[in-house]
């Protein structure tokens, strides 16, 4: 009986605690200095797993994971607390505008140190797009400052659904990318992924504009390399054009116009339109939502011009193709950017969005052949056609025939087939290993394309452990 009566004056005083607690916000705090010791465990442990490969001279996107939580102030007003993403917040007489969030991880961390450059209440939650990376801490902000009006794209509120509804999807898919990933999408607490209602929605092509402080803000509605739900926000009086992902993580580079981890297509035309938009504004600094700011209103024009020609150019070379009717795989092969037109591809590659333009206007039928209309794949008839080809051994020795001469896709198509039959041979095994190390080394001599090694570098994980076993 003693026990009991403890054990609800316990219960009570923690009900109690916590009303009092959230009363005064210190409940709120709390959760914050919780939830920022935690992430601050998350990200070391991300960055130890991504490792900058030292065979790359270029700036890659794994560089992210690697950038320490900080605040600066890039421009009068304007602070910035980095990371994986940043959130940058802008000063005025009459309240403070938050533009992004970065990624919930270090949500917690990014408000304390932008709380501590500049107190004060937030008026405005800008958000660039509907990315995890982006939004992360709106509802760390909103807690505290719940009339905050929170601006999107007309279509941000789309990105999120679909984002949330196949969330499993591609959350496995990502976690193959990026094994630093945890096996489940976080369920509860702040970092759940959605749940953001705007309250203010800029359509593409609309501008919502509003002055604080004697500051102009616009909010400019441009779809982007990074979903067709992009907003920027754009200081005309300081030539400040804070981009989010507008221009994808780094600036400059061939837009991803479709991601390997999947999602939806981004319309190259759409995006051409938009960089006309923003060119015309001539900003003098870029702040974008991953990296540092760029200044320099020439060099940034030029970059700019660079990258709406290169997407127009991607997407005529692609058209003419198709008119003329090449394969969609002769097209890949033949389309490269010129000299005057070279882009990093570290994010978005030329190969992958010539396939996605191609298919964008044309679908999935590539009219080779009637087997393509029905489920049943080739695949499905590798271990009999292994068989019929002599088995496992003759295709391991062909397999090694295509590494010397340096086919390494000649190579897997050899390997598949083989292991098709027989997933533990251990030559074929061996042979993938080869191969896939092969197109690694290829795929960072050619700019390191995020997506791509992270792909090679899983199934060489996964190949290693099948040697193992
Ligand atoms: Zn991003």
């Known amino acids: 009986m003693v026990n009991v009566l403890k054990w609800l004056g316990v219960l009570l005083l923690g009900i109690v605690l916590g009303y009092v607690l959230r009363d005064t916000g210190l409940s709120r705090v709390i959760d914050e200095r919780r939830a920022e010791a935690v992430g601050t465990l998350a990200s070391s442990y991300i960055a130890s797993q991504t490792e900058l490969d030292d065979r790359t001279d ?57 709380q501590e450059a500049a107190a004060g209440e937030i008026t405005h939650i800008v958000l660039s797009h509907s990315h995890a990376d982006h939004i992360g801490g709106t509802k760390f902000w909103l807690a505290e400052f719940p009339d905050a009006t929170v601006v999107t794209h007309a279509r941000f509120h789309e990105g999120q659904r679909y984002l949330k509804d196949l969330e499993r999807h591609f959350w496995s898919r990502n976690r193959l990318l990026y094994t630093f990933m945890p096996e489940e999408p976080p369920d509860s607490g702040m970092n759940v992924y959605g749940g953001i209602t705007p309250d203010i929605e800029v359509t593409e092509g609309a501008v919502y504009a509003f002055t604080l402080g004697g500051i102009r803000f616009e909010a400019i509605a441009a779809a982007g390399a990074e979903g067709d739900d992009n907003l920027v926000l754009w200081l005309p009086e300081q030539r400040l054009l804070f981009s989010g992902d507008f221009f994808g993580p ?3 580079m061939v837009p991803n116009l479709f991601t390997l981890r999947g999602e939806k297509f981004r319309d190259p035309l759409a995006y051409v339109r938009s960089l006309d938009k923003l060119i015309a504004l001539e900003p003098e600094i870029v702040l974008p939502s991953h990296f540092d700011p760029v200044s320099g209103g020439e060099r940034i024009r030029q970059d700019m011009r660079r990258m709406r020609d290169a997407t127009q150019f991607i997407h005529d070379q692609t058209v003419a193709g ?61 271990p009999d056609i292994a068989e019929l080809a002599g088995g496992s051994q003759t295709l391991a020795a062909r397999a090694r025939q295509s ?22 041979h251990r030559e074929l095994l061996q042979a993938r290993l080869d191969a896939l190390n092969q197109l690694l080394d290829r795929a960072y001599e050619q700019g390191s394309n995020y997506s791509e090694t992270g792909w090679l570098k899983s199934r060489i994980t996964a190949t290693e452990a099948a040697l193992a076993f």
Request: net charge negative.
């Open 58 to 114: 270029v700036k890659t996107v794994a560089g992210l994971q690697h950038i320490e939580v900080g605040v600066d102030q890039p421009a009068a007003d304007v602070f910035r607390a980095s990371g994986v993403g940043n959130t940058f917040l802008i000063r005025t007489a009459e309240g403070l505008v938050l533009f992004d969030t970065g990624l919930a991880t270090q949500a917690a961390k990014h408000k304390r140190l932008l």
């Open 250 to 252: 780094l600036f400059p």
């Open 322 to 382: 198709m008119n003329r009717g090449d394969s969609l795989w002769q097209l890949m092969r033949d389309i490269q950017l010129p000299p005057e037109l070279a882009l990093s591809q570290g994010h978005g590659k030329v190969s992958w969005n010539v396939r996605s333009i191609w298919e964008h206007y044309s679908t999935w039928f590539h009219f080779e052949s009637t087997t393509e209309l029905y489920p049943l794949q080739v695949r499905e008839l590798y």
């Open 403 to 424: 590494l010397e001469a340096g086919e390494p896709e000649a190579a897997l198509h050899w390997i598949e087939l083989g292991l098709a039959g027989q997933p533990d």
